[in-house]
């Protein structure tokens, strides 16, 4: 069970708008810590896709975007393409315990 | 360019200590500011941290798994090892190391090696 809550899978046709979401609780995006999301392409390690809830990396197309609000997060992507079919993880930072960082379970992107 | 390897055995057999090496290039961990950390993923399940090692030596685990990990770093040859003991079948997993660019709870980790399966089985 992980601590950030992810909906197991996603889909949409090509074109199409998708969004992600990343729930938590006040002890992680609720307290104020920055969310980020990584695509993990089939067979591929991680890459960061969105960085401090919002922001992209160097490369990282604008059909990609982040936002939080409250205790949640969320990953929008537009304009759908076959190339976007992956499992997206948010992470976040945990202050319970002696603090930790923390993944969501995953989401399966399938283009359709 | 920033690039990170893992490297280490694919087979344990249970209740031995697993010992990972991260070498990695682009980037210095004397270097204020600047960590490596482990990150593994069971096959088919998510992400899990594990540990993370800073320029200071300032040194992190998960809760979960703190009595059984060790995290070291050799700055000279640009290397962070992890060592866990007690193996079990559900340590299964790809094991990756990650870099983050600064101190703080709310870096991301922004270049992750290829990963390593470690496949532990009697």
Same mark, same amino acid.
């Given at each position: 069970?992980?601590?950030?809550?992810?909906?197991?899978?996603?889909?949409?046709?090509?074109?199409?708008?998708?969004?992600?979401?990343?729930?938590?609780?006040? %002890? @992680?995006?609720?307290? $104020?810590?920055?969310?980020?999301?990584?695509?993990?392409?089939? /067979? =591929?390690?991680?890459? &960061?896709? !969105?960085?401090?809830? %919002? @922001?992209?990396?160097? $490369?990282?197309?604008?059909?990609?975007?982040?936002?939080?609000? /409250? =205790?949640?997060?969320? &990953?929008? !992507?537009?304009?759908?393409?076959?190339?976007?079919?992956?499992?997206?993880?948010?992470?976040?930072?945990?202050?319970?315990?002696?603090?930790?960082?923390?993944?969501?379970?995953?989401?399966?992107?399938?283009?359709? | 360019?920033?690039?990170?390897?893992?490297?280490?055995?694919?087979?344990?057999?249970?209740?031995?200590?697993?010992?990972?090496?991260?070498?990695?290039?682009?980037?210095?961990?004397?270097?204020?500011?600047?960590?490596?950390?482990?990150?593994?993923?069971?096959?088919?399940?998510?992400?899990?941290?594990?540990?993370?090692?800073?320029?200071?030596?300032?040194?992190?685990?998960?809760?979960?798994?703190?009595?059984?990990?060790?995290?070291?770093?050799?700055?000279?040859?640009?290397?962070?090892?992890?060592?866990?003991?007690?193996?079990?079948?559900?340590?299964?997993?790809?094991?990756?190391?990650?870099?983050?660019?600064?101190?703080?709870?709310?870096?991301?980790?922004?270049?992750?090696?290829?990963?390593?399966?470690?496949?532990?089985?009697?």
């Amino acid at each position: 069970q992980s601590v950030l809550t992810q909906p197991p899978s996603v889909s949409g046709a090509p074109g199409q708008r998708v969004t992600i979401s990343c729930t938590g609780s006040s %002890s @992680n995006i609720g307290a $104020g810590y920055d969310v980020h999301w990584y695509q993990q392409l089939p /067979g =591929t390690a991680p890459k &960061l896709l !969105i960085y401090g809830n %919002s @922001n992209r990396p160097s $490369g990282v197309p604008d059909r990609f975007s982040g936002s939080k609000s /409250g =205790t949640s997060a969320s &990953l929008a !992507i537009t304009g759908l393409q076959a190339e976007d079919e992956a499992d997206y993880y948010c992470q976040s930072y945990d202050s319970s315990l002696s603090g930790f960082w923390v993944f969501g379970g995953g989401t399966k992107l399938t283009v359709l | 360019q920033i690039t990170l390897k893992e490297s280490g055995p694919t087979l344990v057999k249970p209740t031995q200590t697993l010992t990972l090496t991260c070498t990695f290039s682009g980037f210095s961990l004397s270097t204020s500011g600047v960590g490596v950390g482990w990150i593994r993923q069971p096959p088919g399940k998510a992400l899990e941290w594990l540990a993370l090692i800073y320029w200071n030596d300032d040194k992190r685990y998960s809760p979960s798994l703190k009595s059984r990990l060790t995290i070291t770093k050799d700055t000279s040859k640009n290397q962070v090892v992890l060592t866990m003991t007690n193996m079990d079948p559900v340590d299964t997993a790809t094991y990756y190391c990650a870099h983050r660019r600064e101190y703080g709870d709310y870096v991301p980790f922004d270049y992750w090696g290829q990963g390593t399966l470690v496949t532990v089985s009697s």
